[in-house]
């Protein structure tokens, strides 16, 4: 499967921005997919996913309450809802998709094995 990452964009803090996912070559019926994203000078972290096979989202600490991944009906899209938005969600945001991962591993860049090529989203103060 192929992704294509888009939606990035400058916006400002507290305000909102929906990224979205798109599968190509297949659908994400059988995938994990999830979001990670990488500051400046930093590492590539982990963000958000959707596993149907684990009851659906999971997040990381420091976006739940802010953000909402979500797939449409089609199995073909899958958003990150941001709100709230903060300077230091400001980062490169890299959608990935993978199969058979096991629930303590759905964070786990090491477990998805296609990637998106990232958009930007930078949030100012």
């Known amino acids: 499967v192929q992704l294509q990452a888009s939606g990035g964009g400058l916006v400002q803090t507290g305000g909102s921005l929906r990224l979205s996912c798109a599968a190509s070559g297949r659908t994400f019926r059988n995938y994990v997919v999830g979001w990670f994203r990488q500051a400046p000078g930093k590492e590539r972290e982990f963000v958000a996913t959707h596993s149907r096979r684990h009851g659906g989202p999971v997040y990381a600490d420091s976006v739940k309450g802010r953000f909402a991944i979500s797939r449409d009906s089609t199995e073909t899209t899958v958003y990150l809802q941001m709100s709230i938005l903060k300077p230091e969600d400001t980062a490169v945001y890299y959608c990935?998709?993978?199969?058979?991962?096991?629930?303590?591993?759905?964070?786990?860049?090491?477990?998805?094995?296609?990637w998106g090529q990232g958009t930007l989203v930078t949030v100012s103060s």
């Open positions: 990935a998709a993978g199969r058979g991962i096991i629930s303590s591993s759905l964070g786990r860049q090491a477990s998805y094995d296609y």
